[in-house]
């Protein structure tokens, strides 16, 4: 008995071939590509057995192995005309439609898909109207072969003499590249009227679309024609002026740039370089699209500060009177620049240290590298850095790239016009780290005086020296600084002002530049010393001075408004006119508030805009001995209230607190500000003292802050940030300061008129704390040894 795959199939089962992209019509010729397991062994049945196969098209094309039931229920005989070797798995298939099938159902056992079908046989329609349709249906068939590109010569002989409306319409159909949905719609339609319909609009819009095509096709031959014409005409104009001796318009651009070129001050080797590219663009066409790139390179390195600038002489007086001029307090600050300036005129060759202003906004950092560049009598250029993301907004893009430029480095070069500037690199902290490369990395280059004599940017590709440049940086967190970066610079840490340094600042400064930003005289409007302290107190609370110079703008705005409208001739502004000029006050002194709580301690906190204090509320109720944390706090945060918890319990008997207590409660501690995140180690003192107060139901002294970090021993251990801290609780209106001992040295930084306005009690231990703050002295018995300082 014969296999499988050769036994002869019922007269009404054919073995089907699943198509993905290919619907087949009658009397179409294709060639046909059959790659799949099952489709492959379909094929052979069909060549052992020379029946035909029955080519249909699945309806998911993603679909590897398609059921019967995934495959369109019409197809198309087909009857294999050639058949080739199989190359790279692949058997290719010159396959001609026979006729219309409908699958009944599918027939199993085989290793192909097979099915039983139902042939569809031809209708017989005659009318006029499909005569009409086949009329035009011929004509616009003729129109679609001679729009395209390449039509056997067969083909065409079979269009003109086929007369029946059907073959015809298959015929055209499988000319016409249409989608495959509209194509097997066609398939399915049994109708030949009804067909003809169908296919007439398609056949229109592609005669239509290949019409539009030729059409654009000529229109872009006539302007390559065109362009060559002009170029010819324009190498003959160059020659004709050769001839004549006349210097055409391209020849002086060469000239120029030649003669920029020997006057820029170039070093040998990049002087070479550039005399090769200018070479280069000589014998190049103005029409390439390389020419406008290699001109506008030429440009950058002509126009680039290449020659060694002249030293000016460095005026010590003259920069300490600029500093005193423009700046108000920052003694040290201001010191540290004088050394940096004498060593400079002492040395003008030496490698000096890189600069970093740190501190929080509004402080003053833009503003004292321009005085340094005053100072110094060299021009002064900013660079901001801020949401740069791509290392090649520092290394440039190179050339190769449509619209490359140099970085931000060379840029600011040229547009200061010295290689001996004063370049700012603003916000430092800024930069982040992208797909394209770490911009921070790309500094460490710069900002090394051994390295930054050859920097290379990728636009130039050749060495500029930065030795000459005065760099200095600003950031807001040196935290978020790399710290290879950090490590190239000399770091000079900016504080926030007092309320006294503010004043005097408003009056020196912010008051006369917004008198007369907003148009006012001196004699029109008149700010009052109280009026500029109630401005400092309950509308500003910031570290720099910045929200302070915009609420002075607004009482400004408010003069300047009555006098042009001729209410007034002159406007003074005292401290009880704020509440209707500014509204009501935005911050208050909400210490007192809490002077008669339990549970609640005031604590000293930093933040990238300065110091700020902060409230520790602990409560307690009825529970199972948790510990519940709120206010976003990080994990250092809420470390130091698990350790302040523990501590409480530890000292409980020193206290005076019954250790039972513990097992029946739940504690609460929270730190209002709930939207904010907080984080750090420095309020293990002020929660252990709330818990302290909670327990021993005695209430905190509000006037009383404190700060510190605190260990199992009971020891308190030193911080940082203490002068911020130290201005927001005297912006707070807070008296006493309790500080880690260790911290007391720290308050040499903290301006004369703060250290005589508070009182500071160093802490070496919580019980000093509870000593201070509660007034409840705990024996030494109970407590340990107190360690030595």
Known sequence: MPST????????????????????????????????????????????????????LQKDTRQDDPAPGDLFAVGTLARIVHHLEPREGLHHTLCQG??????????????????????????????????????????????????????????????????????????????????????????EAVSTEERLRKLLPLLAHRIEVLRLSKEIGERTKEQLDDRQRKFLLRE??????????????????????????????MPADTEAHARKELRRLQSMSDTSGEYPMLRTYLEWMVELPWSTPAEHPIDLAAARQTLAADHFGLERVKQRILEFLAVRKLNPGGRAPILCFAGPPGVGKTSLGQSIAKALQRPFVRVSLGGVHDEAEIRGHRRTYIGALPGNIIQGLRKAGARDCVMMLDELDKLTASARGDPSAALLEVLDPEQNNTFRDNYLGVPFDLSRVVFIATANVMDQVPPPVRDRMEVIDLPGYTQEEKLQIAESYLVGRQREANGLREDQCHLARGALQGIIADYTHEAGVRQLEREIGRTMRHAAMQIAEG???????????????????????????????????????WTPIGGDILFIEATRVHGTGQLVLTGQLGDVMKESAQAATTLVKSRAAGLGIATAAFDEIDLHLHIPAGAIPKDGPSAGVAMFVALASLFTDRPVRHDVAMTGEISLRGLVLPVGGIKEKVLAAQRAGISVVLLPQRNLKDLRDVPESTRNAIRFVGLETVDDAVSAALGLEVPVALTGPRPTA
């Not at 002077?595 to 301690?601: I, K, L, P, R």
């Open 5 to 56: 795959e050769t036994a002869r199939l019922p007269a009404d089962v054919v073995p089907l071939i699943p198509m993905r992209n290919l619907v087949l019509l009658p009397h179409a010729l294709v060639t046909v590509s059959v790659g799949r397991e099952r489709s492959v062994a379909a094929l052979l049945h069909a060549l052992a057995t020379d029946t035909p196969v029955g080519i249909v």
């Open 98 to 187: 026979t006729q219309r099938f409908r699958i009944v159902e599918a027939v199993e056992g085989h290793p192909f898909l097979a099915a039983r079908i139902q042939q569809i046989e031809e209708p017989a329609d005659a009318s006029a109207e499909l005569e009409a349709l086949t009329l035009q249906l011929r004509e616009r068939s003729l129109a679609l072969i001679s729009l395209l590109p390449s039509v056997p010569a067969e083909l065409v002989a079979a269009l003109q003499s086929t007369r029946g409306a059907s073959t015809l319409a298959d015929i055209t159909a499988s000319l016409v590249e249409i989608e495959l949905n509209e194509k097997q719609a066609l398939l």
């Open 236 to 265: 003959q104009l160059k020659t004709i002026q050769h001839e004549l001796g006349e210097n055409g318009g391209e020849d002086a651009e060469i000239a120029r740039l030649e003669e920029s070129i020997a006057r820029s001050g």
């Open 567 to 605: 209410l007034a001739g002159q406007v003074r502004i005292e401290a009880t006119d704020l509440d209707r000029i500014l509204g009501p006050a935005r911050f208050e002194r909400d210490t007192a508030l809490r002077q008669s709580v339990t549970g609640v301690a005031t604590g000293l906190a």
